[in-house]
């Protein structure tokens, strides 16, 4: 198998662009996608200052990587979440990539700053723990965000979180879930504007490109991942790309070009201010205070508000965020 | 050849001298949901493989938090 740029002997191959590529000619076209994905929603500025979520997994490393490589000004966000030691080595890895690139880290830790891990989350509350823990992580990101003086987030998610989490909200019609589902949404009324710019490569190619460039990264799956809503509909996406290649980059971009601007109307959330931590949210209280006062026993408001949350915890539905896998 | 699995770590013995399709097929794993390396490169699916080779085969699906 030659490469497709050079006719070198292949070291990988990408079967929904019925290609291969050796090892220079695939970073060169890796490093080509991340810069068009942030050139077509114009994700980033030179100037910027970028707050990047790090996970210790393969994405977010390796987007790391990149953006350090095109010169942007990004610090790396570590958020510790007390799962034994996975937790432990995900800490690890992040901190000696960032010593190792002479990048900045901050590190923020659940048990230390609010007060829970998330396997006690996911014992003591109503939602599952995956749904916590991607809470947990898209408030904590935020808010350090706005505390920092940070322009824009970025996440390390790819094609297939993507096409995984868009086939999730389309088999449960979540229209206003759909209509959010943009590599690039901008700054909305205390939510700092988030982007996705690895959303054009497969999950293959990440984890091809951190290999490739010598990036130690967490290849363990999280313990308590058993049972993932996003898995199955990653397998489910995976039989399908098996026998027809370019399927998901098919859902996915098609939605962004195609399907996306039928759903526009459906993004009508209404934003104020949490009566408890002062962060933007729908209700009274955010559901990151909702949650965490439920683990913690504690209590928000009079009873008659358990009502919405007990509404809310009924609702298993992946978000359309999630900076869980390896984001 | 051993075969070095993941997620669970383990280690496997399958027949050598083919392609890495052919073993990855034996053991029911799609192709596009892994790495395969072999002496710390990697490999696709089309090189062969020796009796004596040793490789891994990484998956890249990722899922849960970190």
């Given amino acids: 198998m030659k490469c497709r740029r050079c006719r070198d002997p292949a070291v990988i191959e990408v079967r929904r662009h019925n290609a291969a590529y050796c090892k220079e000619c ?68 992040s901190k000696a990539f960032a010593a190792d690139r002479g990048a900045e880290l901050i590190v923020i830790d659940l048990e230390r700053d609010y007060g829970y891990d998330i396997p006690t989350a996911g014992k003591r509350g109503s939602r599952s723990t995956c749904a916590v823990c991607g809470l947990s992580k898209r408030y904590v990101f935020n808010r350090a965000a706005l505390e920092g003086g ?55 190619e990440t984890a091809a490109f951190a290999f490739l460039r010598g990036i130690d990264y967490v290849v363990e799956e999280c313990p308590l991942v058993a049972g993932n809503t996003q898995l199955r509909y990653k397998d489910a996406m995976n039989a ?5 290649p370019g399927t998901k980059a098919q859902f996915f971009l098609g939605y962004l070009d195609r399907g996306l601007p039928l759903f526009r109307s459906e ?30 026993g504690e209590r928000l408001a009079p009873p008659d508000d358990d009502a919405s949350v007990a509404a809310e915890l009924a609702d298993e539905v992946m978000p359309v965020e999630i900076f869980g896998g390896s984001a | ?61 990722s899922g849960g938090a970190a």
């Fill in chain 2, 1 to 61: 050849m051993k075969v070095r699995l993941r997620n669970p770590d383990r280690e496997v013995e399958v027949v050598g001298d083919r392609a890495v399709r052919a073993v990855l097929n034996e053991l029911g794993v799609n192709p596009d949901t892994v790495l395969v390396i072999r002496a710390g490169e990697l490999i696709t699916r089309e090189t062969r493989v020796d009796e004596a080779d040793e490789i891994e085969i990484r998956p890249v699906i």
């Fill in chain 1, 150 to 204: 940070f322009d824009v987030i970025a996440t390390g998610h790819n094609l297939d979180d993507e096409a995984a989490t868009l086939l999730g909200n389309t088999l449960r019609w979540q229209t206003e879930y759909i209509a959010r589902q943009s590599p690039a949404l901008t700054e909305k009324d205390g939510m700092v504007k988030k982007v996705k710019p690895l959303f054009r490569l497969s999950e293959l």
């Fill in chain 1, 240 to 244: 399908i790309e098996a026998s027809s």
């Fill in chain 1, 26 to 93: 695939f970073l060169h076209v890796f490093r080509e996608q991340v810069k068009r994905a942030i050139s077509q929603y114009d994700m980033l500025a030179t100037t910027d200052r970028i707050l990047l979520a790090v996970s210790g997994g393969k994405d977010s490393l390796a987007l790391w990587d990149v953006l350090l490589d095109l010169g942007y000004d990004v610090t790396g966000l570590y958020l510790g979440l007390g799962i034994g030691a996975y937790s432990t080595r995900s800490g690890e890895v």
């Fill in chain 1, 267 to 296: 993004d009508s959330a209404v934003l104020t201010v949490c009566e408890n931590c002062g962060q933007p949210t729908t209700g009274r209280f955010c559901a990151f205070c909702r949650a965490r006062a439920q683990i913690l």
